[in-house]
Structure formats: structure tokens, C-alpha cells
């Protein structure tokens, strides 16, 4: 028999034949939970049992997609019991309970609806537009997960920092409460992720300083992870006595003890604001998802115990025996339940689908928001802020002062902006790119974070959720790939998986890229951007220098402030001091600080330096830098060239591109990241098919990782062998 039927008639033979038995000897007076409140619990948990049925039932037809089951996990409706409308909570895909019971304490919803919509994939699913069956709701705040395998743990980390933040620096229109409390939950095979993992760390490293951190992480721990099992007592030992995270242990398969677990959790987070682990026991009663058939790799009798856990025949019998419910209303209840389910399906299946690739990629770029207008920083307010650097700021300077004095004046104009990162706060950073910021704004503002991208990137994230606007920074390019899917599968897919319901602004800064010749090899020197151009939403910025990194910082701010939009910001590291192009003494790498509204780059302008018709010479990054000093000694040849800096790498601004080398019938691109997965790929496809007419060629790094010292630049384009390629091509 199919496992949701056979648990389905267990629960219906031993409600009409008197077999039920409680799991404890609490009663409802015990744990303060009122008989209403109780039924109304019970409801939300036969609800979504009934929606598990329903949704096999719907797959096995071919109009129900991706099935991953509630069944056995319905005492988490507890939480939505013991928490506020308004804590927001990141839910594990088995938490349909939860939103089920959340929704009914809220009038006007209807979440059986909007569920069996998004069952159906149809595009008037209110959470994701038909892309996913996903849990979510904006009006719940619950946003959407699409793949709980603890990646969305770092950003409930953040959020729970974030309310705390937002107080100290006075920010007090934020979606979440000064006394709210998060929750993130999970099963206990996410719980070994090093993602998780990482999320406990630091929730526990800042709650151990006294940093407030309201949060209940809620373990769901059925015993199993798809096929491979829990070791007993793994999760009791592992997180009962972990330092600053308060252990709470409860049955979610007993309605009584699963409230009582739940209510002291919240408790404890909403007036400790510290962060809470909720063991709560669970059982899961089917296979893992879809058609897994767990008989392949469980035994019968294993199963038979688990079918004896099912939390429906514990809450009923505790509602009978309270008198709180006969059987009969029981059965009545629930049969009501499966038919008013069944009419709805038979609706939601021939509500309009997404038809067109134009709907489904219509939500990647989230929606521009209508700000009330900002009051500008006053004169005054900038002298002050600038104060001991006055002698300075009128002089030429090299790329990283220009990017420290234009962050200062970004959380000068903008209130709820923060800076985060490793080292960023009075050290000012590795290269000194935020000097003076933690001194001008404070630790509130200016955040020093543990050694953990995952949490850096996490902290961004929800920090955004509550409406304040993070601009992160990475301290090298190769060490994001510890945490790539913190931008990857959290923050740019929140908007698509919410149809822009939710959104995660933020500016992430990167010192990265190549040229670095006495530092770090390959871990400091990291030469590909692959993992953020194929990212779909995400705006990748790559300044070439000082004048331009200011510039478009401030427009990497504007896009994630008014555009909500994810951006990432490269600095190239080997440019950050670099003063002179051809000639020791020149200075003509450095640039005078521009004030705010002077010289504006917005998103798709290109740079220009430069009108020869020759050759048009398309880079980016260094590739400008040795691309100019190039272009002088190819000029000494009698080839006149242009260098185009293309500055922004995603989306890729081909309509300028394109213009700007039209007047050439020759063009080198010169890239500065490897052959293989680099731009130069996307630009030689790019000429090839829009502008076929015109040779093409490409000087790109070997694939080839950079070591150290005088060999650091031997894989790389330089000047001399950009002229020989160019020369080359023109010649040719």
C-alpha cells in the first residue's frame, strides 16, 4: 500500500475503533494552553496532512510537481503558536504546519489556496509566481526557501543581529520588531552542514559578548537525512552544551510537550535575546520526497514504529480525553478537510501556468522601489565628517583613499547603511580601503565580523530583510568561494522565488584579481569572476580606477537602495596604491575626490580613453591599466588605438560596447582572468554574431593558478604582450 494511504487508514481505524493513546502525562492545563487554541492546532496539523495527501495525489496525476511532505513534523504549528505574526521565520521544507497555523491567526488569509497553487505551478501562485513549490508569504513573513539544506541559517543569523543594530543606530522603520525573535528551522541531517554549523558558531560567538541574538533555531530531528540514518543521541550531544546557546529539548510528536518545548524557546529568545536550539523529536512518515520509496532502505518493522509515532493520533487522543473533541467531530473535521481540499485542487489545476521565457525571468530583477525623498548630507555635516583629512581631499589620490572617502560619505547620506567584514572596523581593512570609517561611524555601523564569509554574506542578507542596506566586504576574491552560494542560491534567488515579494539588496565589495607580485599566491591573486557573471540579477562592477571606483560605488549603492538589487563590487587589489601609468613620478593613476552628484557612472557606461580607429582595445580592471600604457607605445608605431573599460561585466552592456568600437574594424579584447570561463569567451561570441564583419582577437590569462614573487605575473597579459598581439592584428 502507498505510505501516506496506509498512515492515512492507521489514523482513521484507530480514531472510529478507540485505539488512540496519548504520548505523555501532561494535559493542556499544564502547559497553559488553552482547549481553543489546542483544537485550532490540531486543525492546522490535520490540514496539512491532508495537503501531503492531496499533493501525491496531484504529482501521480501530473499536476502536482517536486513533493516533499509535512507528514510526521506537524508539531512545529507549535512555533506559529508561540511566536508573533510579525517574527519572521525561515522555514525547513517540512513546515507546512507552521504557515497553515500562521495563517489562521491571521483574518482574510487563505493559506490552503495559495498552497494548492503553488502545488499546481500556476503563475497566480501569490509566492512564487508558478516557479516553485515553495513555502513563503509576505504577508506571514515568512520568505521563501527553496532549498533548506541550512543555507538559510547565516541570513537568520543576520536578521537576529539586525534588530539589535537597527536600534543602536536609530533606524526604527524596520520590518522586524526591536523585540522580535527569528526562527530557523531545519532537520537534523542539515544540522551537520558546514553552513549550519557555521550559523551556530556565530550566532553562539556573538551572544557569548553579550551581542543580543534572538533567534530559535529549531531542529526538527526525525532520525534520518533521505536514506542515511542520525546516530542516536547525535544532536543532544552535539549542541546541549555548546557555550552561548541555551539547549531546549521537546517531543514534536506530542502536542503538549512540542507547545510546552516552544513556548519556553520563544520565551527565552524574546527576553534573554539570546539564541535558543529546539530539539524538537519529530518522525518522518513517508519517504524523503517525491517517489522515494523508503521501504528500499528501511525495514518494515522500522517503519511500522515510525507509523506508531504519527503525531495525529497523539493529538487526537489528548483532544478526546480532554474533552475537547469527540472522535466523531475528529473524523468530521478532518473528512471536511479532505473534501474542501479536493474541490479547491480540482480549481487550482486550471489556473493559468507561466508561458513565456519573458514570465518566468520576469521577477529576477526585483522591482524598483518609490523612496520618499533622502535630505542630503548638509556642508557642514560633510566638513565635519571630513575634517581630518582636509589637507588631503583636494590633492590627486590613489584607488583605495578615494573608495574609503566615498563609503564615508555613502553611510553619511544613507542612515541604514552598514559596513561588515573581517578586519574593516579600526584597522580599516587589509589595504586600508575602510580606514577611518569605524572611527567616524562606530562599531554599530562599522562591524567587525568573525573569520566566516558564509556569516559575513549571511549577515548582509538578513540585515536587508529588515530594511537596512549592507554593503559587505570580502577580503579576497578566492576566499568568496567558501561561501558563493550565500549570493548563488539565497541572494539572488529571492526575488525570483518570491515573484519580488522579498528582496536582499546589498553591495558586496571584493579586493580581488590579479598582479599582486610579492603576496599570497593564487589565495590573494585569484584571476576568474565566472561565479558571479553566471549568476542571473546579480550586477558585477569592475572599477579600473580611483575616479571610476568612487563613481560606481555610488551607483552600486543606488541600485541596491532604489533597485533592490545584489551587487558585486571587484576592486582590483593591485591598484588600490597605484599611482603613476608610463612613468615614476607621473601620477597619473590618481585622482582628485569627486563630492557626491559629481561625475556620475550609472549602470551600463562604458569608458572611453581615447579616439584611434585602428584598433579598439575592449578589457577591463588592470587590463585598462596595461591596456593604456600599451596604446602609448603602439601610438610611437603609428597605430592609433582606443581602450574601452567596460566596468560593468554583468549585465553586459553590449549596445555601448558595440557603438564604441564601431569606428574599428580591429579589435583585441584583453582579459585579465583565464582562457577558460573568462569574459573574453562571452565577448568573442558577442563580435562574432553582432558584429561579424570585424577581426577579433583575445589575449586572455593562461589556466594556469598565479604563484608567487617575480612569477606572479608570467600567466598574465602585460603591456608589452598586448602591443605584440596588437600589432599582430593590425598587421594581419
Same mark, same amino acid.
Given at each position: 500500500?502507498?505510505?501516506?494511504?496506509?498512515?492515512?487508514?492507521?489514523?482513521?481505524?484507530?480514531?472510529?475503533?478507540?485505539?488512540?493513546?496519548?504520548?505523555?502525562?501532561?494535559?493542556?492545563?499544564?502547559?497553559?494552553?488553552?482547549?481553543?487554541?489546542?483544537?485550532?492546532?490540531?486543525?492546522?496539523?490535520?490540514?496539512?496532512?491532508?495537503?501531503?495527501?492531496?499533493?501525491?495525489?496531484?504529482?501521480?496525476?501530473?499536476?502536482?510537481?517536486?513533493?516533499?511532505?509535512?507528514?510526521?513534523?506537524?508539531?512545529?504549528?507549535?512555533?506559529?503558536?508561540?511566536?508573533?505574526?510579525?517574527?519572521?521565520?525561515?522555514?525547513?521544507?517540512?513546515?507546512?504546519?507552521?504557515?497553515?497555523?500562521?495563517?489562521?491567526?491571521?483574518?482574510?488569509?487563505?493559506?490552503?489556496?495559495?498552497?494548492?497553487?503553488?502545488?499546481?505551478?500556476?503563475?497566480?501562485?501569490?509566492?512564487?509566481?508558478?516557479?516553485?513549490?515553495?513555502?513563503?508569504?509576505?504577508?506571514?513573513?515568512?520568505?521563501?526557501?527553496?532549498?533548506?539544506?541550512?543555507?538559510?541559517?547565516?541570513?537568520?543569523?543576520?536578521?537576529?543581529?539586525?534588530?539589535?543594530?537597527?536600534?543602536?543606530?536609530?533606524?526604527?522603520?524596520?520590518?522586524?520588531?526591536?523585540?522580535?525573535?527569528?526562527?530557523?528551522?531545519?532537520?537534523?541531517?542539515?544540522?551537520?552542514?558546514?553552513?549550519?554549523?557555521?550559523?551556530?558558531?556565530?550566532?553562539?560567538?556573538?551572544?557569548?559578548?553579550?551581542?543580543?541574538?534572538?533567534?530559535?533555531?529549531?531542529?526538527?530531528?526525525?532520525?534520518?537525512?533521505?536514506?542515511?540514518?542520525?546516530?542516536?543521541?547525535?544532536?543532544?550531544?552535539?549542541?546541549?552544551?555548546?557555550?552561548?546557546?541555551?539547549?531546549?529539548?521537546?517531543?514534536?510528536?506530542?502536542?503538549?510537550?512540542?507547545?510546552?518545548?516552544?513556548?519556553?524557546?520563544?520565551?527565552?529568545?524574546?527576553?534573554?535575546?539570546?539564541?535558543?536550539?529546539?530539539?524538537?523529536?519529530?518522525?518522518?512518515?513517508?519517504?524523503?520526497?517525491?517517489?522515494?520509496?523508503?521501504?528500499?532502505?528501511?525495514?518494515?518493522?522500522?517503519?511500522?514504529?515510525?507509523?506508531?509515532?504519527?503525531?495525529?493520533?497523539?493529538?487526537?487522543?489528548?483532544?478526546?480525553?480532554?474533552?475537547?473533541?469527540?472522535?466523531?467531530?475528529?473524523?468530521?473535521?478532518?473528512?471536511?478537510?479532505?473534501?474542501?481540499?479536493?474541490?479547491?485542487?480540482?480549481?487550482?489545476?486550471?489556473?493559468?501556468?507561466?508561458?513565456?521565457?519573458?514570465?518566468?525571468?520576469?521577477?529576477?530583477?526585483?522591482?524598483?522601489?518609490?523612496?520618499?525623498?533622502?535630505?542630503?548630507?548638509?556642508?557642514?555635516?560633510?566638513?565635519?565628517?571630513?575634517?581630518?583629512?582636509?589637507?588631503?581631499?583636494?590633492?590627486?589620490?590613489?584607488?583605495?583613499?578615494?573608495?574609503?572617502?566615498?563609503?564615508?560619505?555613502?553611510?553619511?547620506?544613507?542612515?541604514?547603511?552598514?559596513?561588515?567584514?573581517?578586519?574593516?572596523?579600526?584597522?580599516?581593512?587589509?589595504?586600508?580601503?575602510?580606514?577611518?570609517?569605524?572611527?567616524?561611524?562606530?562599531?554599530?555601523?562599522?562591524?567587525?565580523?568573525?573569520?566566516?564569509?558564509?556569516?559575513?554574506?549571511?549577515?548582509?542578507?538578513?540585515?536587508?530583510?529588515?530594511?537596512?542596506?549592507?554593503?559587505?566586504?570580502?577580503?579576497?576574491?578566492?576566499?568568496?568561494?567558501?561561501?558563493?552560494?550565500?549570493?548563488?542560491?539565497?541572494?539572488?534567488?529571492?526575488?525570483?522565488?518570491?515573484?519580488?515579494?522579498?528582496?536582499?539588496?546589498?553591495?558586496?565589495?571584493?579586493?580581488?584579481?590579479?598582479?599582486?607580485?610579492?603576496?599570497?599566491?593564487?589565495?590573494?591573486?585569484?584571476?576568474?569572476?565566472?561565479?558571479?557573471?553566471?549568476?542571473?540579477?546579480?550586477?558585477?562592477?569592475?572599477?579600473?580606477?580611483?575616479?571610476?571606483?568612487?563613481?560606481?560605488?555610488?551607483?552600486?549603492?543606488?541600485?541596491?537602495?532604489?533597485?533592490?538589487?545584489?551587487?558585486?563590487?571587484?576592486?582590483?587589489?593591485?591598484?588600490?596604491?597605484?599611482?603613476?601609468?608610463?612613468?615614476?613620478?607621473?601620477?597619473?593613476?590618481?585622482?582628485?575626490?569627486?563630492?557626491?552628484?559629481?561625475?556620475?557612472?550609472?549602470?551600463?557606461?562604458?569608458?572611453?580613453?581615447?579616439?584611434?580607429?585602428?584598433?579598439?582595445?575592449?578589457?577591463?580592471?588592470?587590463?585598462?591599466?596595461?591596456?593604456?600604457?600599451?596604446?602609448?607605445?603602439? *601610438?610611437?608605431?603609428?597605430?592609433? !588605438? /582606443?581602450?574601452?573599460?567596460?566596468?560593468?561585466?554583468? @549585465? +553586459? =552592456?553590449?549596445? $555601448?560596447? #558595440?557603438?564604441?568600437?564601431?569606428?574599428?574594424?580591429?579589435?583585441?579584447?584583453?582579459?585579465?582572468?583565464?582562457?577558460?570561463?573568462?569574459?573574453?569567451?562571452?565577448?568573442?561570441?558577442?563580435?562574432?554574431?553582432? *558584429?561579424?564583419?570585424?577581426?577579433? !582577437? /583575445?589575449?586572455?590569462?593562461?589556466?594556469?593558478?598565479? @604563484? +608567487? =614573487?617575480?612569477? $606572479?605575473? #608570467?600567466?598574465?597579459?602585460?603591456?608589452?604582450?598586448?602591443?605584440?598581439?596588437?600589432?599582430?592584428?593590425?598587421?594581419?
Amino acid at each position: 500500500m502507498d505510505a501516506a494511504q496506509q498512515v492515512h487508514e492507521q489514523f482513521l481505524a484507530a480514531l472510529d475503533g478507540g485505539t488512540l493513546r496519548r504520548r505523555s502525562n501532561l494535559g493542556l492545563a499544564d502547559v497553559g494552553l488553552a482547549p481553543a487554541r489546542a483544537a485550532a492546532l490540531f486543525h492546522s496539523q490535520m490540514t496539512s496532512r491532508q495537503m501531503d495527501r492531496l499533493s501525491r495525489t496531484l504529482q501521480g496525476r501530473g499536476e502536482g510537481f517536486y513533493t516533499i511532505g509535512s507528514s510526521g513534523h506537524e508539531g512545529n504549528a507549535t512555533l506559529a503558536e508561540a511566536l508573533r505574526i510579525d517574527d519572521i521565520a525561515f522555514l525547513h521544507y517540512r513546515d507546512a504546519a507552521f504557515q497553515l497555523h500562521r495563517a489562521g491567526r491571521v483574518p482574510g488569509e487563505n493559506p490552503t489556496w495559495d498552497m494548492l497553487l503553488s502545488f499546481a505551478a500556476s503563475a497566480e501562485d501569490p509566492i512564487s509566481g508558478g516557479r516553485h513549490k515553495v513555502l513563503g508569504s509576505k504577508s506571514l513573513m515568512i520568505p521563501p526557501q527553496t532549498s533548506t539544506i541550512a543555507s538559510h541559517l547565516p541570513k537568520a543569523v543576520g536578521a537576529a543581529f539586525s534588530i539589535g543594530i537597527a536600534r543602536r543606530i536609530g533606524v526604527t522603520d524596520t520590518p522586524l520588531s526591536p523585540d522580535g525573535v527569528v526562527l530557523a528551522s531545519f532537520g537534523d541531517a542539515s544540522a551537520n552542514h558546514s553552513t549550519a554549523l557555521g550559523a551556530f558558531n556565530t550566532a553562539a560567538w556573538a551572544a557569548f559578548q553579550g551581542t543580543p541574538m534572538p533567534i530559535v533555531f529549531l531542529c526538527e530531528d526525525n532520525g534520518i537525512g533521505i536514506s542515511t540514518r542520525t546516530p542516536t543521541g547525535w544532536i543532544e550531544a552535539n549542541f546541549s552544551n555548546r557555550a552561548g546557546l541555551h539547549y531546549i529539548a521537546c517531543d514534536g510528536c506530542d502536542l503538549v510537550d512540542a507547545w510546552r518545548g516552544a513556548a519556553e524557546a520563544v520565551e527565552f529568545a524574546r527576553v534573554r535575546r539570546k539564541p535558543v536550539f529546539l530539539h524538537m523529536k519529530t518522525v518522518r512518515l513517508y519517504g524523503h520526497a517525491g517517489s522515494d520509496a523508503q521501504g528500499v532502505y528501511l525495514s518494515r518493522e522500522h517503519i511500522r514504529r515510525d507509523e506508531a509515532r504519527d503525531p495525529l493520533l497523539a493529538s487526537a487522543a489528548l483532544l478526546i480525553e480532554e474533552g475537547v473533541m469527540t472522535a466523531a467531530q475528529i473524523r468530521e473535521a478532518y473528512d471536511t478537510i479532505e473534501a474542501t481540499l479536493a474541490r479547491q485542487a480540482e480549481l487550482a489545476i486550471h489556473r493559468p501556468k507561466l508561458e513565456t521565457a519573458e514570465a518566468v525571468m520576469a521577477s529576477i530583477v526585483p522591482p524598483k522601489r518609490n523612496l520618499p525623498a533622502r535630505p542630503m548630507p548638509t556642508p557642514a555635516q560633510r566638513a565635519a565628517l571630513f575634517a581630518s583629512d582636509a589637507a588631503q581631499i583636494d590633492k590627486p589620490q590613489h584607488m583605495a583613499r578615494l573608495i574609503s572617502w566615498a563609503l564615508a560619505d555613502l553611510l553619511l547620506a544613507h542612515p541604514n547603511a552598514i559596513v561588515c567584514g573581517e578586519d574593516v572596523g579600526p584597522k580599516g581593512g587589509v589595504y586600508n580601503a575602510t580606514a577611518k570609517l569605524h572611527q567616524r561611524f562606530g562599531s554599530a555601523r562599522v562591524i567587525n565580523t568573525l573569520l566566516d564569509e558564509q556569516s559575513i554574506l549571511g549577515l548582509a542578507i538578513g540585515a536587508a530583510h529588515n530594511g537596512l542596506l549592507p554593503i559587505p566586504e570580502i577580503q579576497f576574491l578566492a576566499y568568496v568561494h567558501n561561501a558563493e552560494d550565500q549570493i548563488r542560491g539565497e541572494a539572488a534567488t529571492l526575488s525570483f522565488f518570491s515573484n519580488g515579494a522579498f528582496t536582499n539588496p546589498m553591495v558586496v565589495r571584493i579586493a580581488g584579481l590579479p598582479y599582486q607580485k610579492g603576496f599570497g599566491g593564487h589565495f590573494h591573486n585569484d584571476n576568474s569572476l565566472a561565479v558571479f557573471r553566471d549568476i542571473p540579477g546579480v550586477v558585477l562592477a569592475v572599477p579600473s580606477n580611483g575616479r571610476d571606483a568612487v563613481a560606481m560605488l555610488r551607483e552600486c549603492v543606488r541600485l541596491a537602495d532604489e533597485e533592490q538589487r545584489v551587487v558585486v563590487f571587484v576592486e582590483p587589489i593591485a591598484l588600490y596604491m597605484t599611482r603613476d601609468l608610463h612613468a615614476e613620478g607621473d601620477g597619473q593613476w590618481t585622482s582628485a575626490y569627486q563630492a557626491p552628484g559629481a561625475g556620475a557612472i550609472r549602470l551600463g557606461e562604458i569608458g572611453q580613453h581615447g579616439a584611434g580607429t585602428d584598433l579598439a582595445i575592449v578589457t577591463y580592471g588592470n587590463g585598462v591599466f596595461y591596456s593604456r600604457q600599451a596604446e602609448k607605445l603602439l *601610438a610611437e608605431q603609428g597605430v592609433a !588605438a /582606443r581602450v574601452i573599460d567596460l566596468r560593468w561585466l554583468a @549585465p +553586459l =552592456a553590449e549596445d $555601448a560596447l #558595440l557603438a564604441a568600437a564601431a569606428p574599428c574594424d580591429r579589435v583585441l579584447i584583453v582579459d585579465e582572468c583565464r582562457v577558460t570561463g573568462s569574459q573574453s569567451e562571452a565577448l568573442m561570441a558577442l563580435f562574432a554574431t553582432r *558584429a561579424p564583419g570585424k577581426r577579433v !582577437a /583575445r589575449i586572455a590569462a593562461t589556466d594556469s593558478f598565479i @604563484p +608567487l =614573487a617575480r612569477a $606572479a605575473t #608570467l600567466t598574465l597579459p602585460s603591456r608589452d604582450s598586448i602591443v605584440a598581439a596588437a600589432l599582430e592584428l593590425v598587421s594581419g
